[in-house]
């Protein structure tokens, strides 16, 4: 029997990626635990938004392979979320980008039932509910009927989550997601994934902000030239890592 406590929710395994003549994930292995929230640091162009669009499956890939909760969604060679059951898969994952993503001619409100009531057929009145409860729980109740060109750069994020929230999703991948905003709007954006990680949401998360990396993680991945480098407990990978290139760009960066 499987144990659902300790069976990994994510298993990535030999993944490779190449943009034509460029590799860019040379052969990644990782398995993640369901309540586990992966944090990813590294240089830039190391790879690391490419691993997470990967796991959205918004990119084929060279070489390798993806489970989620035991079942197989990424391949080698086919297209993206090919079968149902790969589609299946992916819509149980979310995903928030570094810059704003939500639909321009869409109010939030608008924005959030979207892809419920087109998706999963959901009637707009059960949407437009569970929107905004989740929109009152971000500190957006005043903001539902709001374009997003009226928001600002906090609040289109907080949208954007709520937004992947709708469609109750059992992984969430944030990539980079304060690294636009300005500074007095980044604690408000952390506070919510913050909120969601004390609800146990299995997540990955790039970021280069060393306080949120200490208060979310449970674990580090240091990403570097397509491998991950380092992989270990926050106080060890940030704290006292063992590999000199962690050690190096630690000490640049944070
Ligand atoms: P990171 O997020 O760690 O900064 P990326 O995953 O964005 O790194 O990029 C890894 C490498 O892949 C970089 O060299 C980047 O230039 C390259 N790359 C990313 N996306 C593309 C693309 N669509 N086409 C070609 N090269 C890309
Ligand atoms: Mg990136």
Redesign the pocket.
Known sequence: MIDRATAPLVSVSGLQKA??A?Q?LQGIDLTMKPGERLVVI??????????L?VMMGLENINGGSITFAGKPYIHAGATPAKTAIDVQVRRSIGMVFQHYTLFPHLNVLQNLILAPCKVRGEKKSAATERANTLLIRFGLGQKATAFPSQLSGGQKQRVAIARALMLDPKLMLF??VTSALDPELVGEVEQVILQLARQNMPMMI?THDMWFAKNIASRVLF?AG?FIVEDGPPEQVLGAPKEERTKDFIDRVF
């Open positions: 943009y034509g460029l860019v590294g240089p830039s162009g190391g790879g690391k938004s490419t691993l669009r990539d980079e790039v990403c397509g």
